[in-house]
């Protein structure tokens, strides 16, 4: 199985990810796995 990346714009991803730090208790910090295969995103859970 395999996944494509989406393009989100820089813009946007800086813009969610300073929200997520400022108004979501303990989340610190943020990432956007590029990773194609799911297995990297299993890592991550």
């Known amino acids: 199985m395999t996944a494509d990346v989406y393009p ?4 946007f991803l800086t813009r969610v990810a300073n929200r997520m730090v400022n ?6 910090p943020v990432t956007y796995d590029v990773a ?3 297995p990297g995103t299993i890592e991550w859970e």
């Open 8 to 11: 989100f714009d820089m813009a």
């Open 23 to 28: 108004e979501v208790r303990g989340i610190n």
């Open 36 to 38: 194609s295969k799911p």
